[in-house]
């Protein structure tokens, strides 16, 4: 074998190798501690019935037969902010004329006027609940645990992905997974 073929074959490797590092690196993040989450994977997403910020209701359970994306955020969470572009343009834009699909921002305690200024000032399309009280968020998660997370149910109803924070990676791996479930 020339040099080039082995140097070829161990930048293939190395590529390989760090793709491989990097899924596991996400399922384990999906595996960790809790994170604050009281759900886990595999388990029925617990169901409610939010208000849009347009005045519409949606009941989370009326949605079965899609697969759903529940965004935790608030206006006051910089690292919502910063991930918010990356769902409108890598999640939303893609999928929102499929029929299959469901994307729902659950705003964090606030008044209807500041999450209405929240979704003009970072730019978003996709549709934004009201969470009075927080009822909604403690589902899924601590009543003390931050904001900056999402959660993926499949057509069936079970939660099957979820993050924390904002991390390229396990970012990328949602999206994988919402490919996957959209074939």
């Known amino acids: ?22 899924n596991a690196s996400a399922s384990s993040n999906q595996e960790s501690a809790d994170r604050g989450y009281i759900v886990k994977l595999g388990q029925t ?10 005045g519409r209701t949606v009941n989370l359970w009326s ?4 697969v759903v994306m529940l965004q935790f955020t608030a206006s006051w969470c910089g690292v ?11 999640i939303w834009q893609r999928w929102k004329s ?11 305690d606030e008044p209807l006027d500041v999450a209405k200024n929240f979704s003009l000032s970072t730019g978003i399309t996709y549709p934004m609940a009201l ?3 927080a009822a909604h968020f403690q589902l899924y998660a601590d009543k003390e645990a ?3 997370r999402n959660v993926i149910i499949d057509k069936e109803g079970k939660i099957v992905f979820m993050t924390r924070l904002y991390n390229e990676t396990e970012f990328k791996a949602m999206v994988a997974k919402l490919e996957e479930l959209l074939k």
């Open 1 to 22: 074998m020339n040099m080039r073929k082995i140097l070829l074959a161990l930048f293939m490797g190395a590529i390989v190798g760090s793709l491989y590092a990097q």
């Open 45 to 54: 997403a617990p169901g409610f019935t939010m208000t849009l910020t347009d």
């Open 63 to 66: 949605l079965r037969g899609k």
């Open 80 to 90: 919502c902010r910063k991930e918010m572009p990356f769902i409108e343009k890598d």
């Open 98 to 108: 499929n029929p299959s699909f469901a994307l729902y921002a659950i705003d964090r």
């Open 131 to 133: 969470d009075p009280g």
């Open 146 to 148: 931050g904001v900056t």
